[in-house]
């Protein structure tokens, strides 16, 4: 599952027309407001951010920080047959845009979906400046992705974190 999207053309477009220019595998990419979201599969996007970030990484924070439900924000997943295996959500703030919750399972790592889910993301949202409190072992990442440091490091729930940002029309 490496499907080519063609991320270039759909900046800026209405999300119906994004979605259905990504949907190259229909069981394979995902986007949708959290009450658009089958109630299995939100429970297996919940699961894994969990699985992940509390557990993996041994960390005790509320992932669910209410932000999944505003009405604005939006969650990209990739299934794999019956899994979700990679996700991110992306909050609208008045005059932020902030990618978050990137996510891939330990199982499914280094297939680049983690990398396709941003890249998609920047599909969505178009030519705004986007923020992101990444983990320090990650700015590597990141910077391959577009981003630049913003701040200082800081630390949030144990975890050394930096604030990155892509500027608008990268
Ligand atoms: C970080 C994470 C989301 C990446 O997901 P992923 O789907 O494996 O990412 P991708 O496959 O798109 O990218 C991984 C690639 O980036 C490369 N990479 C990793 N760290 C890098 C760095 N510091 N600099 C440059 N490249 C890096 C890897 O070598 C890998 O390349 P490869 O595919 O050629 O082997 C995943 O490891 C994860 O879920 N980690 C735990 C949760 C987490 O920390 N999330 C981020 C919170 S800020």
């Given at each position: 599952m490496q499907p080519v999207w063609p991320w270039a053309e759909v900046r800026q477009t209405p999300i119906q027309a994004v979605y259905d220019l990504l949907?190259?595998?229909?069981?394979a990419f995902h986007v949708a407001r959290i009450t658009d979201i089958d109630p299995v599969i939100l429970y297996k996007i919940l699961q894994l951010r969990m699985d992940v970030f509390i557990v993996e990484q041994d960390c005790a924070y509320a992932?669910?920080?209410?932000?999944?439900?505003?009405?604005t924000t939006q969650h990209l997943w990739i299934t794999d047959r019956d899994d979700v295996v990679s996700t991110i959500r992306i909050l609208h703030d008045r005059d932020v845009v902030e990618f978050g919750r990137i996510v891939t399972a330990k199982s499914a790592r280094g297939r680049g979906l983690s990398r396709q889910l941003i890249e998609a993301a920047f599909g969505l949202v178009g030519n705004v400046e986007v923020w992101i409190g990444a983990q320090a072992q990650h700015e590597g990442w990141y910077e391959s992705l577009g981003f630049v440091r913003s701040g200082p490091n800081y630390l949030e729930d144990d975890i050394v974190h930096l604030p990155m940002t892509s500027p608008a029309g990268r």
């Open positions: 949907m190259p595998d229909e069981s992932d669910m920080d209410g932000r999944d439900v505003d009405p």
